[in-house]
């Protein structure tokens, strides 16, 4: 019995190069900090200090420049950002998704979406963000526009995939007793798909949510990232960077929430 459950690994052409690769990464690493030039910097005073000002950021948070109604107004300016980027991105990508998968569309066009869109999600957002500002100027319209182009690649891709997993003899039932293309969507698709849109919505709107906390800081678009941004780069003040922290902290905390109700809410209707 004791044979028969030992079960020898044997190194496979895969095993060795992520053994490799994961060699050389850490060597790599290590070696980068024993080569680091620190110029005099005392390492353990350093270490000291940071962990001091993560103390006094996260433990005495304090806003000097800003009051809390201003706070929670910038607050809701950031999460509107995330919310009409959101619902911007997703009506087309939801449109698009019923031709992009592979059961309900034709292959050419299939294909050529998809290639799309993967072109767009390699694109980090904030590069989006950056084109777009050639044109419209750094400010809420390049935000707007760069994190909706993205968001619309990603839903897309991600809704394409939900309409895969269909079960195809439902489809092929549907077409068999003469339903339309819309009968099909309408009856079939998007009643046993809703679950994951859902989940992929809500997902992507955390996303944006957080993406527009730095585009308020790197496009100008305001919000509690500019104010992120004030406070550490103009005035240099960690306790007003700790309060804004909680409020993007609690934030995502109320959004994770909110997206698991509303996940467990769609699976059951």
Request: glycine share 10%; charged share 15%; aromatic share 12%.
């Amino acid at each position: 019995m004791t044979r028969d459950l030992l079960r020898i690994r044997r190194w496979t052409a895969d095993s060795v190069a992520l053994t490799v690769t994961l060699t050389v990464l850490v060597g790599v690493t290590l070696a980068g900090f024993l080569l680091l030039d620190f110029k005099g910097i005392d390492l353990g005073k350093a270490f000291g200090r940071t962990f001091t000002d993560l103390g006094t950021m996260f433990f005495r948070p304090a806003g000097q420049h800003f009051t809390l109604t201003e706070a929670l107004y910038d607050l809701a300016v950031t999460l509107a950002l995330g919310l009409l980027t959101t619902v911007i991105g997703a009506v087309p990508a939801l449109l698009l998704g019923l031709v992009a998968a592979r059961n309900l569309g034709p292959a050419w066009l299939s294909w050529g979406l998809r290639a799309f869109v993967a072109v767009i999600r390699a694109v980090p957002t904030v590069l989006w963000v950056l084109i777009f500002a050639v044109g419209a100027g750094l400010g809420a319209v390049a935000a707007v526009v760069g994190m909706t182009f993205h968001s619309f690649g990603y839903l897309l891709k991600a809704y394409s995939e939900a309409f895969e997993e269909i079960d195809e003899g439902t489809i092929e039932a549907l077409k068999a007793s003469g339903a339309g293309r819309i009968a099909i969507v309408a009856q079939a698709v998007l009643p046993s798909s809703l679950g994951a849109i859902t989940s992929w919505t809500f997902l992507r709107f955390e996303i944006n949510f957080t993406t527009a906390v730095a585009m308020g800081a790197a496009a100008g678009a305001g919000g509690t990232g500019f104010d992120l941004f004030m406070a550490a780069g103009y005035y240099f003040n960690i306790r007003e960077v700790g309060a804004l922290t909680w409020g993007i902290l609690l934030t995502a905390v109320a959004l994770e929430w909110a997206a698991t109700r509303l996940r467990a809410f769609a699976r059951s209707a």
